[in-house]
């Protein structure tokens, strides 16, 4: 009697068949167990040594401990961190093992005034660490002191207004003061913070808009008069009040807000990677070592800040909208 | 100054002193990172600011300042042995230095440009000590208006350059302006000759364009002989006889390195103007009011002593906005202010009534530095100038993959080194048609900083080009380069004349 061979070729074919199917078709439920099992790369489109790398390094010195696993980052500057972006989204692989530590700011707004090569959809932000609202500030010796001098001086001659970049939320900020008061500024993007703040300090221009981290660190040397948003330290920022409870506006908040970001494809394809990174990112903010890591990277206490997917995708939206509304301003098109 | 400022000033001294321990080695390590391209103490003080901020205050501010100091030194050592400028700040040494390398005089040309830059750097440092509130003002009146006449005090050497062959010479300021151009503009970022490329959005990387025009086409051609210094040069013993005769030569001119280093000094202090305007500058003054103009370039001491002076006066000149107004005034006075703000210093006009030991001991530091490096450097002129003599087989290909390394550095793209190579073979192809790569160099390095701030004028006055005159000092400054520009034709002149009744 010849036994019955209990797995056949067709049988243990077909099963290794079916295995691998299982396996690469549901690949964030089979695999998510281990994950992570290497190191996260990071893509930051600055230059190493800035606000966004001591920013970075400051919260995913926490974070890699909830997580299991370090980050890696690559430094990639250029065209306002256009460059970044573009490398991220064209060569880092859609795995959830690349994120993008971008600002949500400033980097939205390039493209609404310039389309990238990528859509801009295929990308979101899923943590901010934290928000920095820009405000308005005059040099310690500017013959304009407070907003009515400004506001005075306006109805006399078109004031010259220093921004780090013409696409920048401090811009946007300054476009609609001028909107509500009916006052024409003239924006002269001064290339960066230190440009911006020199600029107003030594009256190359009349005054400047900046993210108000810049401005805290300019110290005494400047007057901050308005907060493109809420004031949350106060003093340190002159109690300068906001634009909407000074002029009754009901203009969103105009941040710097430093996100972490992630291809739409892997948070569609391995939902349980996804779900570990955001609820790791989440607990980070729970943990007190953040604080005292983030207030070490010279960060301002009050600006760290949570934000999930929800917030930060109401926040990229509102920027795109702001920069296509004011986009022949800002561009020049 | 007061007695209370004198004695804090007399502390800060014996206390810097007592930091000899880190201001020795960091001498030296500052010296070999400002030697290699695309490194510099802004991105060293980066990379070891771990070190930096675990170290106190007292500590941290030596170390910084004697790393400032001393790479800026060193940035001039390859610039003038082999015509590799390390930093863009160096860009105008290699012009009379690297000649005299040839003619077998890199000794010497070291020996000159360490006492250009020690006392230049030391002499600025103690104006700066003595003018603080006076300089920090220079930044209220020079605006860019007026920085659109400095830059053209240094474009006009371009002119000067192209006074050998003319149509040569202004050919090749005009690519280097065109060059310049290329990237985003100013106001709208509007990308312009990117030719597609997302890394030329921010313009043409300085460092690739600096070693390649410079370093790798002058590798292809000293590849065609055996060794540097040309054949007709005596290949002399080493000794200390160049050495002194160096000193002695920097030292009989005392008068150019002081007001050459003034320059620096002066243009150190205005917020985002930096070493490579003021050494430009610097050796086009120095050249129009020579009285011998026409030895410039080919290895004249005038023209190695201009740059290096002025290069070394702006570092102190970049501490005065930083310390008085709280604005960094160059990229190593940015992250200064980072690891100063990490330890509770807070600047502006009440940093000297706070704490006057911080102001005033990161100039004495800068002084100290200066003082101890002269007699640290000067011995090593006699060894370092020895690369002049390594046969080219070795040193071509060396100098060929330290810069494509230091082209790399600065951002981390492969592009920039094929970029690197891209400018070496245009700069080859130049120097075998008779073009200079300086005049090109100049419009890469100046043209774009001529459009910014012509831009912003432009823009402040809704686009009247009668902005340019609208200021007292833009006026006066505008006086003084027409001056610097037909004086020196006019006493060519009357010198040719002389001359020729001499002869007659």
Same mark, same amino acid.
């Given at each position: 009697?010849?036994?019955?061979?209990?797995?056949?070729?067709r049988?243990?074919?077909g %099963?290794?068949?079916?295995?691998?199917a299982? %396996?690469?078709?549901t690949p964030?439920?089979?695999?998510?167990?281990t994950?992570?099992?290497?190191n996260?790369?990071v893509?930051?489109?600055?230059?190493? !040594?800035?606000g966004?790398?001591?920013? @970075?390094?400051? @919260?995913s010195?926490v974070?890699?401990?909830k997580?299991g696993a370090? *980050?890696?980052?690559g430094?990639?500057?250029?065209?306002?961190?256009?460059?970044g972006?573009?490398?991220?989204m064209?060569?880092?692989?859609?795995d959830c093992?690349?994120?993008?530590?971008?600002?949500?700011?400033?980097?939205v707004?390039?493209?609404?005034?310039?389309?990238?090569?990528?859509?801009?959809?295929?990308?979101f932000?899923?943590?901010?660490?934290?928000?920095?609202?820009?405000?308005?500030f005059?040099?310690?010796?500017s013959?304009?002191?407070t907003?009515?001098?400004?506001?005075a001086?306006? +109805? %006399?001659?078109?004031?010259?207004?220093?921004?780090?970049?013409?696409a920048?939320?401090?811009?946007i900020?300054?476009?609609?003061?001028?909107?509500e008061?009916?006052?024409? @500024?003239?924006?002269?993007?001064?290339?960066?913070? +230190?440009?911006t703040?020199a600029?107003?300090?030594?009256?190359?221009?009349? *005054?400047?808009?900046?993210t108000?981290?810049s401005?805290?660190?300019?110290?005494?040397?400047?007057k901050?008069?308005?907060?493109?948003g809420?004031?949350?330290v !106060?003093?340190?920022?002159n109690?300068?009040p906001?634009i909407?409870?000074?002029?009754?506006?009901d203009?969103?908040e105009?941040?710097?807000?430093?996100?972490?970001g992630?291809?739409?494809?892997?948070?569609?394809?391995f939902?349980?990677?996804f779900d570990?990174?955001?609820t %790791? @990112?989440?607990?980070?903010?729970?943990?007190?070592?953040?604080?005292e890591?983030?207030?070490?990277?010279k !960060?301002?206490?009050?600006?760290?800040?949570?934000?999930?997917?929800?917030?930060?995708?109401?926040?990229?939206?509102?920027?795109?909208?702001?920069?296509?509304?004011? +986009?022949?301003?800002?561009?020049?098109? | 100054m007061?007695?209370?400022t004198?004695?804090i000033?007399?502390?800060?001294?014996?206390?810097t002193?007592?930091?000899?321990?880190?201001?020795?080695?960091?001498?030296?390590?500052?010296?070999?990172?400002?030697?290699?391209?695309?490194?510099?103490? $802004?991105n /060293?003080?980066?990379?070891?600011?771990?070190?930096?901020?675990a170290m106190d205050?007292?500590?941290g501010?030596?170390?910084?300042?004697? =790393?400032y100091?001393?790479?800026?030194?060193? $940035?001039?050592?390859?610039?003038?042995?082999?015509?590799?400028?390390?930093?863009?700040?160096?860009?105008?040494?290699p012009l009379d230095?690297?000649?005299?390398?040839?003619?077998?005089?890199?000794?010497?040309?070291?020996?000159?440009?360490?006492?250009?830059?020690?006392?230049?750097?030391?002499? /600025?440092?103690?104006?700066?000590l003595?003018?603080?509130?006076? =300089?920090?003002?220079?930044?209220?009146?020079?605006?860019?208006?007026?920085?659109?006449v400095? #830059?053209l005090?240094g474009?006009?050497?371009?002119?000067?350059?192209?006074a050998?062959?003319m149509?040569?010479?202004?050919?090749?300021?005009?690519?280097?302006? #065109?060059?310049g151009?290329?990237?985003?503009?100013?106001?709208?970022?509007?990308?312009r000759?990117?030719?597609?490329?997302?890394?030329?959005?921010?313009g043409?990387?300085?460092?690739p364009?600096?070693?390649?025009?410079?370093a790798?086409s002058?590798?292809?051609?000293?590849i065609e002989?055996?060794?540097?210094?040309?054949?007709?040069?005596?290949?002399?013993?080493?000794?200390?006889?160049?050495?002194?005769?160096g000193?002695?030569?920097a030292l009989?001119?005392?008068?150019?390195?002081?007001?050459?280093?003034?320059?620096?000094?002066?243009?150190g202090?205005?917020p985002? $103007?930096?070493a490579s305007?003021?050494?430009?500058?610097?050796?086009?003054?120095?050249?129009?009011f020579?009285?011998?103009?026409e030895?410039?370039?080919t290895?004249?001491?005038?023209?190695?002593?201009a740059?290096?002076?002025?290069n070394n006066g702006?570092?102190?000149?970049?501490?005065?906005p930083?310390?008085?107004l709280?604005?960094?005034?160059g990229?190593?006075?940015?992250i200064m &202010?980072?690891?100063?703000?990490?330890?509770?210093?807070?600047f502006?006009?009440?940093?000297?009534?706070?704490q006057?030991?911080?102001g005033?001991?990161?100039?004495m530091?800068?002084?100290?530095?200066? $003082?101890?490096m002269?007699?640290?450097?000067?011995?090593?002129?006699?060894? #370092?100038?020895?690369?002049?003599?390594?046969?080219?087989?070795?040193?071509?290909?060396?100098?060929?993959?330290?810069?494509?390394?230091?082209?790399?550095?600065?951002?981390?793209?492969?592009?920039?080194?094929? &970029?690197?190579?891209?400018?070496?073979?245009?700069?080859?192809?130049?120097r075998?048609?008779?073009?200079?790569?300086?005049?090109?160099?100049?419009?890469v390095?100046?043209?774009? =900083? &001529?459009?910014k701030?012509? &831009?912003?004028?432009?823009?402040k006055?809704?686009?009247?080009?009668?902005? =340019?005159?609208?200021?007292?000092?833009g006026?006066?400054?505008?006086v003084?380069?027409?001056?610097?520009?037909?004086?020196?034709?006019?006493?060519? #002149?009357?010198?040719?004349?002389?001359?020729?009744?001499v002869?007659?």
């Amino acid at each position: 009697m010849s036994m019955k061979p209990i797995i056949t070729r067709r049988t243990l074919l077909g %099963t290794g068949a079916a295995a691998a199917a299982m %396996t690469l078709a549901t690949p964030g439920l089979v695999r998510a167990n281990t994950f992570p099992d290497r190191n996260i790369d990071v893509y930051v489109p600055t230059s190493e !040594g800035g606000g966004a790398d001591r920013n @970075f390094r400051a @919260f995913s010195s926490v974070w890699k401990e909830k997580l299991g696993a370090d *980050f890696e980052p690559g430094f990639y500057p250029g065209a306002s961190g256009r460059v970044g972006y573009e490398i991220y989204m064209g060569r880092a692989e859609p795995d959830c093992y690349n994120l993008i530590f971008g600002n949500m700011g400033p980097e939205v707004l390039n493209w609404a005034m310039q389309e990238p090569g990528f859509d801009v959809d295929d990308y979101f932000y899923f943590g901010q660490v934290d928000k920095d609202p820009c405000c308005l500030f005059v040099g310690a010796e500017s013959p304009l002191q407070t907003m009515d001098d400004i506001v005075a001086a306006a +109805k %006399t001659r078109r004031l010259n207004v220093g921004t780090s970049r013409m696409a920048h939320p401090a811009s946007i900020g300054l476009l609609s003061l001028g909107e509500e008061l009916g006052i024409d @500024f003239n924006l002269i993007p001064l290339q960066g913070g +230190k440009g911006t703040v020199a600029g107003a300090v030594t009256g190359e221009v009349d *005054f400047s808009v900046l993210t108000s981290g810049s401005v805290i660190a300019a110290g005494e040397s400047v007057k901050t008069l308005l907060v493109f948003g809420n004031n949350v330290v !106060g003093d340190r920022l002159n109690d300068a009040p906001s634009i909407n409870d000074a002029y009754g506006m009901d203009l969103p908040e105009m941040l710097s807000a430093r996100a972490f970001g992630i291809h739409k494809k892997a948070a569609d394809d391995f939902p349980d990677r996804f779900d570990i990174l955001t609820t %790791t @990112f989440k607990d980070t903010f729970d943990d007190p070592r953040l604080m005292e890591a983030y207030i070490a990277s010279k !960060g301002t206490p009050e600006y760290l800040s949570y934000a999930g997917v929800e917030e930060c995708a109401a926040f990229k939206q509102s920027m795109l909208e702001l920069g296509a509304r004011y +986009k022949s301003l800002l561009s020049g098109a | 100054m007061d007695s209370s400022t004198a004695a804090i000033l007399n502390e800060v001294f014996f206390d810097t002193i007592g930091y000899w321990y880190v201001i020795l080695p960091t001498i030296f390590l500052g010296l070999i990172v400002g030697g290699i391209p695309g490194f510099s103490a $802004a991105n /060293t003080i980066i990379i070891l600011m771990p070190l930096t901020l675990a170290m106190d205050l007292q500590t941290g501010l030596i170390f910084m300042i004697s =790393l400032y100091c001393s790479s800026r030194m060193g $940035a001039g050592i390859p610039a003038i042995l082999v015509n590799i400028p390390g930093t863009a700040g160096a860009a105008a040494t290699p012009l009379d230095g690297y000649p005299m390398a040839k003619q077998g005089k890199g000794q010497q040309a070291l020996a000159i440009s360490f006492v250009a830059s020690c006392i230049g750097g030391l002499l /600025t440092t103690l104006i700066a000590l003595a003018t603080m509130p006076l =300089l920090a003002r220079v930044g209220f009146y020079m605006h860019s208006v007026e920085m659109i006449v400095v #830059m053209l005090f240094g474009i006009s050497l371009i002119a000067s350059i192209a006074a050998q062959d003319m149509v040569k010479g202004l050919i090749a300021g005009f690519l280097g302006l #065109m060059i310049g151009s290329i990237g985003t503009d100013v106001v709208y970022a509007t990308p312009r000759g990117t030719f597609g490329f997302l890394e030329l959005y921010d313009g043409v990387p300085l460092i690739p364009a600096l070693v390649g025009l410079f370093a790798v086409s002058e590798a292809l051609i000293i590849i065609e002989k055996r060794i540097i210094i040309n054949h007709e040069a005596e290949i002399k013993k080493a000794s200390w006889h160049d050495t002194f005769e160096g000193v002695s030569i920097a030292l009989k001119r005392w008068w150019h390195i002081m007001w050459t280093s003034v320059i620096g000094l002066v243009i150190g202090v205005i917020p985002g $103007a930096g070493a490579s305007i003021a050494s430009f500058v610097a050796y086009q003054q120095s050249r129009s009011f020579s009285k011998t103009p026409e030895l410039y370039g080919t290895g004249h001491p005038e023209g190695l002593i201009a740059p290096e002076s002025a290069n070394n006066g702006v570092t102190s000149g970049t501490l005065v906005p930083l310390l008085v107004l709280g604005i960094p005034g160059g990229a190593t006075a940015a992250i200064m &202010l980072v690891v100063m703000q990490f330890h509770g210093v807070s600047f502006g006009p009440s940093l000297f009534e706070d704490q006057p030991k911080v102001g005033y001991g990161m100039f004495m530091a800068m002084a100290v530095c200066y $003082a101890v490096m002269i007699f640290t450097i000067l011995p090593l002129s006699r060894y #370092m100038s020895h690369v002049t003599t390594i046969p080219t087989i070795y040193l071509a290909p060396m100098i060929i993959s330290f810069t494509l390394v230091g082209g790399f550095v600065p951002r981390e793209y492969m592009f920039d080194m094929y &970029l690197a190579l891209g400018f070496g073979v245009l700069g080859y192809i130049a120097r075998r048609t008779g073009y200079h790569v300086a005049a090109i160099l100049i419009g890469v390095i100046l043209g774009p =900083l &001529l459009e910014k701030y012509f &831009l912003w004028s432009l823009k402040k006055s809704d686009g009247d080009i009668m902005v =340019l005159f609208s200021s007292t000092l833009g006026n006066i400054l505008w006086v003084a380069f027409a001056a610097s520009i037909i004086l020196p034709i006019v006493f060519g #002149m009357r010198r040719k004349r002389k001359s020729e009744v001499v002869i007659q």
